[in-house]
């Protein structure tokens, strides 16, 4: 049952009003599965992405919903989540800082040649040795991972533009 809540469910926000839409799409026109076989998992995954982050934090301060409905203990759920998140991201991001964990990589081709001879993207760095595991398949933590260390890479790149795009990969 891992990430098959109904798409829509469980006040999901924009994610769940998109994967519903697609849902419904497919379902009134088959041959759009060719387009989009799976939704609801994808779907999912980045609602669950969304609410271990500080914008399921800044969401669940934001609305009083679960305080005015009498459902405290979904609204301590909520902001469980989003605080261990956060909480994660800072640590993945000070790893990132240290070396530790990779994001994408640097834009520059060059400085991205040089960077792959001794880095792996998006990877853990395991320590004492110069071996790199890929964390990159293990939603929907690898993309609160991914977010802090191409973060931490754009700040050291010192780039906007980078920080934008970094942070839209993850």
Same mark, same amino acid.
Request: glycine share 8%.
């Given at each position: $049952? ?5 798409? !829509? ?22 041959? @759009? ?17 969304? $609410? ?13 919903? +679960? /305080?005015?409905?009498?459902?405290? !203990? =979904? ?8 605080? @261990? !998140? ?13 070396? @530790?964990?990779? !994001? ?8 991205? =040649?040089? +960077? ?15 071996? +790199?595991?890929?964390? =990159?398949? @293990? $939603? ?5 991972? /991914? ?5 931490? &890479?754009? /700040? /050291? &790149?010192?780039?906007?533009?980078? &920080?934008?795009?970094?942070?839209? $990969?993850?």
């Amino acid at each position: $049952e891992t990430f098959q809540l109904p798409a !829509g469910a469980d006040n999901q926000g924009i994610i769940g009003s998109v994967a519903k839409f697609s849902q419904d799409m497919t379902k009134a026109h088959p041959w @759009m599965q060719l387009f989009a076989p799976f939704i609801r998992t994808p779907a999912n995954i980045a609602y669950q992405t969304v $609410e271990r982050s500080p914008l399921g934090l800044l969401k669940t301060l934001a609305l009083d919903s +679960w /305080k005015k409905e009498g459902k405290k !203990g =979904d609204y301590s759920d909520h902001l469980a989540r989003a605080l @261990m !998140g956060t909480t994660a991201m800072t640590v993945f991001w000070s790893l990132a800082k240290q070396g @530790m964990i990779t !994001g994408s990589g640097p834009d520059d081709k060059e400085q991205r =040649d040089n +960077w792959r001879l001794t880095h792996e993207p998006n990877s853990v760095k395991i320590p004492g040795t110069d071996t +790199w595991v890929s964390y =990159d398949r @293990m $939603e929907p933590a690898s993309a609160l991972v /991914k977010a802090a260390a191409n973060l931490a &890479e754009a /700040k /050291k &790149e010192r780039t906007h533009a980078g &920080e934008v795009r970094k942070l839209a $990969e993850s």
